[in-house]
């Protein structure tokens, strides 16, 4: 009882200094700027950008490779987004301010060969962008500036790098979170090649912060595993698409809206920012000149809620080879897909098989995802192909096998089942949520989550709520089960919301007989997020253990550091706003 207390004390705390060092005249995103109505705004004007890219490792005398040290700052700079619109004000990561962008640098790192960031925090005083103090947020008594902290999402690392929300730290660290570790920041890539990215996640402030410009790629490659697939490779033919959705002002401003839904409750959070200009890495409706062969495109939602459903002109098709951090077994062809907030899809588009010169990327997602049943959402573009007349050679493929060997899901070895309730509320009678909490508990809550290093569990997740969420968990990866629908769910929510006890909810009347929907092939393997349909029941198997190429050995269910250390992990929704408003757990791995 005495610990909860001193957490509820704890965020009542943040939230009081947070109006002290967060508030001030340069919240006012964009000033009396009227909002901009993107359609006055043409698309395809500006080109594609392929961001700069920061080599993680170093090469020694001889050719060996050898850990890598980066240092990479965070600035407060301009940046344009649009041909058409003046440089708006941003927070960029970058090696320097000159060479700061948004997104910022893509990492290249090497399988087992450790980078080491010195993350530094450049940003002003203020924010310029609306805050909520009634959330618990990152902040420090009688220091002024803006909190950051960097998370290596879908990262393998020790929880003092994994960019916990408590560990946060202003400029020149005058002030730091109750849970900071000091920089440099230790990744060893000791995962399997694949796409991650990195990004802002101080407590509180995540939404704000990435709203601002804090995200960039990450790549970890192996050569001796991927050469032979002979995918498209090299800086022309595979690039990373990171798009977002972001507002604007005429002057160039970033609008977010500082009045919340229900200010009585909360002055300014919404339950989801979405925004009417798509961008794909920091240029808004770009194009891109392709030549009549393969490519491979690294495509990142880095959007703070909205969901993209893409889907390419021309008849042209995706081959997946890819989702989130890890190889598929087998590519997977399809005409559209989904990508929530922070997914990664890999894809290879062959554009030799294109009649057209021209090819559109699409997006018909409604936003908030799913919607309203019977709802139909608006196409738009989020980036157009220019392809060149003349047939390109081209020597890559796309083979029958890409990694088959990984360790298939096997829910016989999961040491325990876990049951994880999605919640929303509302208060003051109002239909606007309030807050979201993970198995009710907010995050301020002790730790409830204990998983044994080197085991796989089961993670039955509920979702009482309308919203889709994408579910991740740091440090682990997990492969999706099954899906099936939850019949009267009215009358379980409930129940649920009075006891929060499935068992007793009768959890499994409410099952039997619901839908059992399929999981698209993409997105069978393994992964760090999945998005969590409402009125419905998610089986994952999470592995709290290392995924390992070749034949099992007890050392393969240990991490190369002590798991058991430092500030924990955490697994939340990655919706931006509903994290920052408590939709997220601390997470503690024992042996």
């Known amino acids: 009882m005495g610990e ?163 560990a946060w730290f202003t400029a020149g660290l005058a002030a730091t979170g109750p849970r900071f570790s000091p920089p440099p920041y230790a990744y060893p890539n000791r995962q399997p090649p694949g796409n991650l990215w990195y990004h802002d996640h101080a407590m509180g402030l995540t939404r704000v912060n990435i709203l601002a410009g804090l995200m960039g790629a990450y790549r970890v490659a192996s050569p001796d595993e991927e050469a032979p697939l002979n995918l498209p490779s090299g800086e022309a033919f595979d690039r990373n698409l990171v798009l977002f959705d972001r507002d604007f002002r005429a002057d160039g401003a970033l609008f977010m809206n500082r009045t919340g839904n229900n200010p009585d409750v909360h002055p ?107 709802d139909k959402a608006e196409t738009v573009a989020v980036m157009k192909f220019l392809i060149e007349d003349a047939a390109e050679p081209d020597t890559s493929a796309v083979p029958a096998a890409l990694m088959p060997h990984y360790p298939r899901p096997d829910a016989r070895e999961a040491a325990t089942t876990r049951r994880i309730t999605m919640y ?15 198995n009710a508990r907010s995050y301020m809550d002790p730790v409830t989550e204990t998983p044994r290093e080197g085991t796989s569990e089961l993670w039955d997740v509920i979702n009482l709520t309308d919203d889709n969420h994408p579910l991740h968990v740091h440090l682990a990866l997990f492969a999706v089960l099954e899906q099936r629908s939850l019949r009267r769910v009215d009358e379980f929510r409930e129940c649920m919301r009075g006891r929060n006890n499935a068992r007793a909810c009768g959890i499994d009347r409410h099952l039997a007989g619901g839908r059992r929907h399929v999981v698209p092939r993409q997105e069978r393997g393994w992964k760090n997020v999945f998005k969590v349909r409402p009125s419905a029941v998610t089986r994952i198997l999470v592995r709290f253990k290392p995924l390992s190429s070749g034949a099992a050995s007890p050392e393969d269910s240990r991490f190369p550091f002590d798991v058991t250390t430092g500030p924990g992990y955490v697994y939340h929704c990655h919706i931006l706003d509903h994290e920052d408003n408590e939709m997220m757990r601390p997470m503690k791995i024992v042996r």
Request: glycine share 10%.
């Open 4 to 166: 909860r207390r001193s957490a509820c004390l704890l965020a009542v705390a943040m939230a009081l200094q947070a109006a002290a060092v967060l508030g001030g005249g340069e919240q006012q995103s964009g000033g009396g700027a009227a909002l901009l109505d993107p359609r006055g705004l043409e698309k395809f004007v500006d080109e594609l950008p392929d961001m700069p890219r920061l080599r993680g490792y170093g090469v020694a005398e001889g050719g060996a490779l050898v850990a890598g040290n980066l240092t990479i700052g965070m600035y407060d700079t301009t940046w344009k987004f649009h041909r058409d619109l003046p440089a708006t004000r941003v927070f960029a990561y970058g090696a320097s301010r000159e060479t700061a962008t948004v997104p910022g640098p893509t990492i290249e790192a090497m399988r087992g060969v450790p980078t080491h960031v010195m993350w530094v925090n450049h940003l002003p005083p203020r924010h310029f962008l609306p805050w909520d103090p009634t959330l618990t947020t990152a902040a420090a008594p009688g220091t002024r500036g803006v909190p950051t902290v960097v998370h290596l999402h879908g990262g393998v690392q020790h929880s003092t790098s994994d960019g916990h929300s408590l």
């Open 424 to 438: 929303e509320y509302q208060k003051n009678g109002t239909d606007e949520p309030t807050h979201l909490y993970l």
């Open 268 to 374: 300014q959070w919404q339950p989801e920012y979405f925004g009417a200009a798509v961008v794909v890495n920091g240029k808004a409706w770009p194009y891109l000149r392709v030549r009549r062969r393969r490519y491979r495109f690294r495509i990142l939602n880095a959007s703070n809620a909205r969901f993209f459903r893409l889907r390419l002109s021309a008849g042209l098709r995706f081959v997946h080879v890819g989702s989130d951090s890890v190889y598929l077994a087998r590519p997977v062809a399809t005409d559209t897909f989904l990508v929530a907030p922070s997914e990664i899809a890999d894809v290879v588009v062959d554009f030799a098989g294109s009649t057209a010169d021209a090819v559109v990327l699409s997006d018909d997602a409604p936003a908030p995802y799913p919607g309203d049943p019977g």
